[in-house]
């Protein structure tokens, strides 16, 4: 089955850049979509298509998707990014969730 | 605006059959494309897909639990339900159902997402 890696937990201080990284075999083949969810709260999509913003959804957010990786991009980081963010692709005909990143801003 | 809200028990006994509603508004499950699936995570743990529906009767299964699942769809009523037998405690977890949508036959992603309802599996 396909699998997803995530870095456990990542920090960054306010006002700076925070990049998520999510791992597959040949991600960039395929469509890559992220999740934002804040403690007792249901996930909040914040990029799909590996780059296409939500309405609602600040600037700051962004990702990309190449080869073995795609990644989420959060700049001029604000407290209220803090965060778990999950990743999610399609895999013969299955959702396959990563494991998460723990975002803790400084 | 679309809404969907997840309903059933709160605590199941072992070995027992869990069934779970999700009642959605703002689409429609004959629309092309239109899907709802679910996702649960247990306490302090990774969102885990378990079975999606689209408007079409299509139907999808984690494969690691498929043979414990069913999904269904009532269009009349704006519900989907899903049912999982067996449970364990290891199940316990909070049930999230999403809308999704399937664009130019590629699937999608997930949203919105309803509230969730925590289950939990104990004798």
């Known amino acids: 089955s396909y699998v997803l890696t995530q870095p456990p937990s990542v920090s960054v201080a306010p006002g700076k850049t925070a990049r998520i990284t999510c791992g597959g075999n040949?991600?960039?083949?395929?469509?890559v979509h992220w999740y934002q969810q804040k403690p007792g709260q249901a996930p909040v999509l914040v990029i799909y298509?590996?780059?296409d913003r939500p309405s609602g959804i600040p600037e700051r957010f962004s990702g990309s998707n190449s080869g073995n990786t795609a990644t989420l991009t959060i700049s001029r980081v604000e407290a209220g990014d803090e965060a778990d963010y999950y990743c999610?692709?399609?895999?013969?005909?299955?959702?396959?969730f990563g494991g998460g990143t723990k975002l803790t801003v400084l | 605006q679309i809404t969907l809200k997840e309903s059933g028990p709160t605590l199941v006994k072992p070995t027992q059959t869990l069934t779970l509603t999700c009642t959605f508004s703002?689409?429609?499950?004959?629309?092309?494309?239109?899907?709802v699936g679910w996702i649960r995570q247990p306490p302090g743990k990774a969102l885990e897909w378990l079975a999606l529906?689209?408007?079409?009767?299509?139907?999808r299964y984690s494969p690691s639990l498929k043979s414990r699942l069913t999904i269904t769809k009532d269009t009349s009523k704006n519900q989907v339900v899903l049912t999982m037998t067996n449970m364990d405690p290891v199940d316990t977890a909070t049930y999230y159902c999403?809308?999704?949508?399937?664009?130019?036959?590629?699937?999608?992603?997930?949203?919105?997402w309803g509230q969730g309802t925590l289950v939990t599996v104990s004798s």
């Open positions: 999403a809308h999704t949508i399937a664009v130019a036959g590629t699937e999608g992603w997930f949203d919105p």
């Open positions: 703002g689409f429609s499950l004959s629309t092309s494309g239109v899907g």
């Open positions: 529906i689209y408007w079409n009767d299509d139907k």
């Open positions: 040949n991600i960039g083949s395929k469509s």
């Open positions: 298509y590996d780059s």
């Open positions: 999610q692709v399609w895999d013969s005909s299955s959702v396959v």
